[in-house]
């Protein structure tokens, strides 16, 4: 029994760090978007009681925060039931882990060592990358990927994917004869668009394989490829739908994927500045021969995970 609730308690340990970020450059971009000293005013709703030990809606919150950004797309409304549930088992188990008195037991004193010092140093990275971070610099990016990206053509396209030519030239003729690209995407096409008619969307021209986007660009809206185009991923036959001038979107609007870049480059910055100030002795894997500092940017440490 104690063993199980020591894996228990490893699996809350586990769920707490997954809630904190995975990475200490994510944890540095997060910091630097908190005002200093904020609180949260807002009211402690109970969605729930294990043995009487309520949950509060700040709970399910930061748990759908803590999910992939793809999944998160479908809303916390749609992963409602299922955060709540893994919130309670959470719950318990720690409920039933501090019966046992687990909370003094060196393995998980060991864990929680290990938790806070990766909060330390991420605390640490997001202060030094805030100070940094300011309107200024936000802006300057921003005139750069205007500069970069004013007047730059773009097309929307759709393909079909398939794996080997004969198929492809098999697909060319259908449509020659009049079938619905679309539809016929759908169909047979072997990549991820194919649910949705081969539909690219918008893209430029370095966006996309050389082959495909020679191909792509070479057409006029309507056409399609008469020959196959190959590529690593197979034989694509391309339909162009648009052609038109990239938009160039609001400062306002693009701020928090810029303020994300910036604060990634920060973040490699102020790191690799310490470790110019910081005397490291590094080793090979033996312990025995000592090697020098690789070169490029420095690699940000991750979250750990707890020892099983």
């Not at 700040?58 to 916390?76: E, V």
């Not at 309670?88 to 046992?100: H, P, Q």
């Not at 773009?154 to 393909?159: C, G, L, N």
């Not at 098999?170 to 949705?196: P, V």
Request: contains cysteine; positive net charge.
């Amino acid at each position: 029994m104690v063993r199980v609730a020591l894996f228990c308690m490893a699996t809350i340990i586990s769920f707490t760090l997954m809630m904190a970020k995975e990475s200490a450059a994510e944890v540095g971009i997060q910091l630097a978007q908190a005002p200093l000293g904020a609180k949260g005013a807002a009211k402690k709703i109970v969605v729930a009681r294990v043995v009487g030990e309520p949950i509060y809606q700040q709970d399910i919150i930061r748990a759908f925060r803590a999910m992939p950004p793809r999944i998160r797309r479908a809303g916390l409304k749609r992963h409602y039931t299922k955060l709540l549930e893994t919130v309670i088992v959470a719950k318990m188990l720690t409920i039933y882990g501090r019966r046992l008195k687990l909370e003094n037991d060196s393995r998980v004193k060991r864990e929680l060592k290990r938790a806070e010092d990766a909060l330390v140093r991420d605390v640490y990275l997001g202060d030094l990358v805030r100070k940094q971070i300011t309107e200024k610099l936000l802006k300057d990016k921003y005139k750069v990927l205007v500069k970069k990206n004013k007047g730059v053509e773009e097309v929307r396209a759709r393909h079909v994917l398939l794996q080997t030519e004969s198929k492809a030239k098999e697909i060319i003729k259908s449509i020659n004869t009049g079938q619905n690209f679309s539809a016929l995407a759908k169909k047979h096409s072997i990549g991820r668009t194919a649910s949705r008619g081969g539909d690219l969307n918008y893209f430029k021209r370095d966006e996309m394989v050389k082959p495909f986007s020679d191909a792509a660009f070479a057409l006029k809206v309507g056409q399609v490829t008469q020959k196959p185009v190959k590529s690593d991923f197979g034989w694509h036959v391309i339909k162009l739908e648009d052609r038109r001038k990239r938009k160039i979107p609001t400062f306002q609007k693009v701020k928090p994927v810029i303020r994300q870049k910036v604060g990634e480059e920060v973040s490699n910055r102020v790191v690799s500045d310490l470790l110019t100030q910081t005397k490291v002795q590094r080793f090979s894997f033996d312990g025995k021969t000592p090697r020098a500092a690789p070169k490029g940017p420095a690699s940000l440490p991750t979250t750990p995970k707890p020892a099983r």
